[in-house]
């Protein structure tokens, strides 16, 4: 599992125009453009505008192994986007600093549990669908990378997942360089680059690397600390004992309220004294937000015996405020920070005033054994100069760095952030924090590259406008992407001159929306269909009641009240603008459309019901589009053509293309017994038997029974047309 990269695809090309081996070694000053070695005074000039003083310019020249693009980390969505890259026959690298891809996940969770569900079954052999209920594949043409086939648990373990990511990175051969730790990323301006400027990259060992591009799939990996008088004698959830006869008849204090927390105590709960945990933030319960990374019925236990009054207990409070001191027998007080700030620093610690001093029933006046800090993961912004303007995000998204819908780095065009770490587009609204999210924005981010650098447009599929109801209804009832990405990528349906056929691209990001044009290749003249899925607006929260009573809407004519996941399909004349983007009203995943439509939301998750949800989809479709999507009867067609001035698109596309359906005694019976089409079918005249077909001949047939002929009018007005 420790081989470099494999030997090149035949005819591969990098974006130099230079064919490609397994790298490309460069012997150039910083600021060259990739080729032959060049004179070292230029050498040196040029390293000291570019590279950070001392690292790179020891030697007059400094050799460089370029790639098109650079991949940091081996987890789950570096993996993912080497094996798109590949796929396209792109030069690429994938650096990974452990000797194995997955190397969180050999650490993480501490007590080996995933939270990400693994369903077996699900009655249905649509892959596409199954997808949705299976969190831990990552996309692929091999069948055999199914996680189920790694393991049957529900909740699995993670062992099994690193498993799962060494059997992806080797199956399927990609292009993987192990030990190698990328210890600095700054920039090399260039005229000649695509985008004015290299990405220099330097591992441990002082090897140098460039490309054109730089994906970052690092995740979040750094431990979230607070630093507060008493902290060093705080253990981190990343070291602390995962042993619960360790904690036995302890009395412990965890800081952090969200899922490794609630691990932490869910391991110790039956053998400590009791546990307290603190946080600013209240708790947020998955089932009650409808966001995965909220805290997980699987690890509540301590929920229950905080509100069964059995000791535990959950505490709000800024953590910053906090102090500890440690007694002579090594028992650990929560005090507050401006007691000790007041105090006399020459006397002992029995002269600190402690809350209890002054407020005798304070909460947390019993000593604790220990106190464990569970605050979640941050971005690694070390590595990066400053020449990459990568800065962390604001407020609760301070932990990820700035980046665009795009997923591209809001400070160097070039730069795009995957997985976990690309978090801040989507935090706390949906799933691209997790595999079963950011795998489909990896797929995304790769189109948007392929289109960007190699002239690939966005993949998409014409259809005939007769078929526009039954391609949404399809995709709304299979498509995994949607389904996991609500409110984030989006089915776009773009429509043809005179609305006579349509394309279909599936999954693009929503919020560069007003850049469809430029980021997939493709044209949006006439007008656009936006198909994504939503929560209802006020149903989820962490202060809501999502169990009350007539919680669920049934009825067709009140879909826009629709509270759980549906899917909503947006109209728009012409392509929203940017400041259309920017004007949309809050939380809005788009701006205001000239129409919008809301399916029912489905107990069964199942968007198939005739009058429910697929007539009053084509009646919306209808009135947009200015015409009948409804499919007709070749008898239906021809009295169309003798009464209308249009023909509906069906009959302009079907009958009189002479493309309609064959006739058969089978078709004909249906559509009697539905009621579309009369029964010509002759009978004797005591108007109990059929004429057998074989006595007599077809002329004294109709010279003997009278065939009944009524207007066609009826059909006009049928209900249901097939």
């Given at each position: 599992?420790?081989?470099?990269?494999?030997?090149?695809?035949?005819?591969?090309?990098?974006?130099?125009?230079?064919?490609?081996?397994?790298?490309?070694?460069?012997?150039?000053?910083?600021?060259?453009?990739?080729?032959?070695?060049?004179?070292?005074?230029?050498?040196?000039?040029?390293?000291?505008?570019?590279?950070?003083?001392?690292?790179?310019?020891?030697?007059?020249?400094?050799?460089?192994?370029?790639?098109?693009?650079?991949?940091?980390?081996?987890?789950?969505?570096?993996?993912?986007?080497?094996?798109?890259?590949?796929?396209?026959?792109?030069?690429?690298?994938?650096?990974?600093?452990?000797?194995?891809?997955?190397?969180?996940?050999?650490?993480?969770?501490?007590?080996?549990?995933?939270?990400?569900?693994?369903?077996?079954?699900?009655?249905?052999?649509?892959?596409?669908?199954?997808?949705?209920?299976?969190?831990?594949?990552?996309?692929?043409?091999?069948?055999?990378?199914?996680?189920?086939?790694?393991?049957?648990?529900?909740?699995?373990?993670?062992?099994?997942?690193?498993?799962?990511?060494?059997?992806?990175?080797?199956?399927?051969?990609?292009?993987?360089?192990?030990?190698?730790?990328?210890?600095?990323?700054?920039?090399?301006?260039?005229?000649?680059?695509?985008?004015?400027?290299?990405?220099?990259?330097?591992?441990?060992?002082?090897?140098?690397?460039?490309?054109?591009?730089?994906?970052?799939?690092?995740?979040?990996?750094?431990?979230?600390?607070?630093?507060?008088?008493?902290?060093?004698?705080?253990?981190?959830?990343?070291?602390?004992?995962?042993?619960?006869?360790?904690?036995?008849?302890?009395?412990?204090?965890?800081?952090?309220?969200?899922?490794?927390?609630?691990?932490?105590?869910?391991?110790?709960?039956?053998?400590?004294?009791?546990?307290?945990?603190?946080?600013?933030?209240?708790?947020?319960?998955s089932w009650a937000t409808h966001y995965v990374g909220d805290l997980r019925a699987i690890n509540n236990g301590l929920l229950d015996t905080y509100q069964?009054?059995?000791?535990?207990?959950?505490?709000?409070?800024?953590?910053?405020?906090?102090?500890?001191?440690?007694?002579?027998?090594?028992?650990?007080?929560?005090?507050?920070?401006?007691?000790?700030?007041?105090?006399?620093?020459?006397?002992?610690?029995?002269?600190?005033?402690?809350?209890?001093?002054?407020?005798?029933?304070?909460?947390?006046?019993?000593?604790?054994?220990?106190?464990?800090?569970?605050?979640?993961?941050?971005?690694?912004?070390?590595?990066?100069?400053?020449?990459?303007?990568?800065?962390?995000?604001?407020?609760?998204?301070?932990?990820?760095?700035?980046?665009?819908?795009?997923?591209?780095?809001?400070?160097?065009?070039?730069?795009?952030?995957?997985?976990?770490?690309?978090?801040?587009?989507?935090?706390?609204?949906?799933?691209?924090?997790?595999?079963?999210?950011?795998?489909?924005?990896?797929?995304?981010?790769?189109?948007?590259?392929?289109?960007?650098?190699?002239?690939?447009?966005?993949?998409?599929?014409?259809?005939?406008?007769?078929?526009?109801?039954?391609?949404?209804?399809?995709?709304?009832?299979?498509?995994?992407?949607?389904?996991?990405?609500?409110?984030?990528?989006?089915?776009?349906?773009?429509?043809?001159?005179?609305?006579?056929?349509?394309?279909?691209?599936?999954?693009?990001?929503?919020?560069?929306?007003?850049?469809?044009?430029?980021?997939?290749?493709?044209?949006?003249?006439?007008?656009?269909?936006?198909?994504?899925?939503?929560?209802?607006?006020?149903?989820?929260?962490?202060?809501?009641?999502?169990?009350?009573?007539?919680?669920?809407?049934?009825?067709?004519?009140?879909?826009?009240?629709?509270?759980?996941?549906?899917?909503?399909?947006?109209?728009?004349?012409?392509?929203?603008?940017?400041?259309?983007?920017?004007?949309?009203?809050?939380?809005?995943?788009?701006?205001?459309?000239?129409?919008?439509?809301?399916?029912?939301?489905?107990?069964?998750?199942?968007?198939?019901?005739?009058?429910?949800?697929?007539?009053?989809?084509?009646?919306?479709?209808?009135?947009?589009?200015?015409?009948?999507?409804?499919?007709?009867?070749?008898?239906?067609?021809?009295?169309?053509?003798?009464?209308?001035?249009?023909?509906?698109?069906?009959?302009?596309?079907?009958?009189?293309?002479?493309?309609?359906?064959?006739?058969?005694?089978?078709?004909?019976?249906?559509?009697?017994?539905?009621?579309?089409?009369?029964?010509?079918?002759?009978?004797?005249?005591?108007?109990?038997?059929?004429?057998?077909?074989?006595?007599?001949?077809?002329?004294?047939?109709?010279?003997?029974?009278?065939?009944?002929?009524?207007?066609?009018?009826?059909?006009?007005?049928?209900?249901?047309?097939?």
């Amino acid at each position: 599992m420790a081989a470099g990269p494999g030997p090149a695809r035949p005819g591969r090309v990098s974006l130099s125009g230079r064919p490609l081996g397994d790298a490309s070694l460069v012997l150039s000053p910083a600021g060259a453009a990739p080729g032959p070695a060049m004179a070292p005074a230029v050498c040196g000039t040029l390293l000291s505008l570019a590279l950070y003083a001392g690292s790179l310019c020891a030697a007059s020249g400094a050799a460089f192994l370029y790639h098109d693009y650079c991949v940091i980390g081996a987890g789950p969505s570096g993996l993912q986007v080497a094996y798109f890259l590949q796929q396209a026959g792109r030069d690429y690298i994938v650096f990974e600093r452990s000797h194995a891809p997955g190397s969180f996940f050999a650490l993480y969770p501490r007590h080996r549990k995933l939270i990400s569900i693994n369903k077996q079954y699900t009655g249905k052999s649509n892959s596409e669908f199954n997808l949705r209920h299976d969190w831990n594949s990552l996309l692929s043409h091999d069948r055999r990378l199914l996680f189920r086939h790694y393991s049957r648990d529900f909740f699995p373990n993670a062992d099994a997942m690193v498993h799962y990511l060494e059997d992806f990175a080797s199956m399927l051969k990609l292009q993987v360089q192990y030990n190698t730790a990328i210890i600095h990323v700054t920039l090399e301006k260039d005229e000649q680059a695509w985008n004015g400027h290299y990405f220099l990259l330097t591992d441990q060992d002082r090897q140098n690397y460039k490309c054109s591009s730089l994906l970052v799939a690092t995740g979040t990996w750094v431990p979230n600390v607070v630093n507060f008088p008493g902290s060093e004698y705080v253990e981190g959830y990343e070291t602390v004992s995962i042993n619960p006869e360790d904690f036995a008849g302890q009395t412990v204090l965890i800081l952090g309220r969200g899922n490794s927390a609630f691990e932490t105590a869910e391991n110790i709960l039956g053998v400590t004294n009791f546990i307290h945990m603190v946080s600013r933030s209240r708790v947020r319960l998955s089932w009650a937000t409808h966001y995965v990374g909220d805290l997980r019925a699987i690890n509540n236990g301590l929920l229950d015996t905080y509100q069964l009054k059995s000791l535990d207990g959950l505490l709000e409070g800024d953590l910053e405020d906090l102090a500890i001191v440690k007694d002579k027998k090594g028992k650990l007080h929560i005090t507050l920070r401006f007691y000790l700030e007041n105090r006399n620093t020459s006397a002992g610690i029995d002269s600190i005033i402690l809350p209890q001093d002054e407020l005798d029933n304070f909460a947390t006046r019993a000593p604790y054994d220990r106190v464990i800090r569970c605050l979640g993961w941050k971005f690694d912004f070390s590595i990066y100069n400053r020449s990459l303007r990568l800065m962390p995000g604001k407020g609760n998204k301070k932990k990820y760095p700035q980046i665009k819908p795009s997923y591209e780095s809001r400070g160097t065009r070039g730069l795009f952030i995957l997985g976990t770490a690309s978090h801040s587009v989507d935090f706390r609204k949906s799933a691209g924090g997790f595999i079963h999210g950011f795998r489909y924005t990896t797929r995304a981010v790769h189109r948007l590259l392929e289109n960007r650098h190699h002239g690939v447009p966005w993949p998409s599929t014409v259809y005939p406008i007769t078929q526009l109801t039954n391609s949404i209804i399809k995709r709304v009832n299979e498509a995994s992407g949607l389904y996991q990405m609500f409110s984030v990528l989006a089915d776009i349906i773009l429509l043809r001159e005179n609305a006579t056929a349509f394309e279909y691209l599936e999954e693009y990001p929503v919020g560069v929306l007003a850049e469809l044009e430029t980021q997939t290749g493709r044209r949006a003249p006439n007008g656009l269909f936006v198909v994504i899925m939503e929560y209802g607006r006020n149903f989820s929260g962490a202060d809501k009641d999502v169990f009350y009573y007539n919680r669920a809407v049934g009825e067709a004519q009140h879909a826009w009240q629709s509270n759980f996941l549906h899917p909503v399909i947006y109209y728009y004349k012409h392509l929203p603008t940017e400041r259309e983007m920017k004007l949309r009203p809050p939380d809005w995943p788009l701006p205001r459309p000239d129409a919008v439509h809301h399916i029912v939301e489905d107990f069964l998750t199942d968007w198939t019901a005739p009058n429910a949800h697929v007539l009053p989809l084509r009646r919306f479709l209808e009135n947009c589009l200015s015409t009948d999507l409804r499919n007709f009867f070749a008898e239906s067609c021809f009295f169309f053509a003798f009464t209308r001035q249009k023909l509906p698109p069906f009959c302009q596309q079907g009958y009189v293309g002479m493309q309609g359906l064959l006739g058969s005694e089978g078709l004909r019976r249906h559509a009697v017994e539905a009621g579309l089409l009369e029964d010509y079918t002759p009978r004797d005249f005591s108007g109990d038997k059929t004429p057998d077909s074989r006595e007599g001949s077809q002329d004294q047939l109709l010279g003997d029974h009278a065939v009944p002929v009524r207007p066609l009018q009826h059909l006009v007005n049928a209900k249901d047309e097939l």
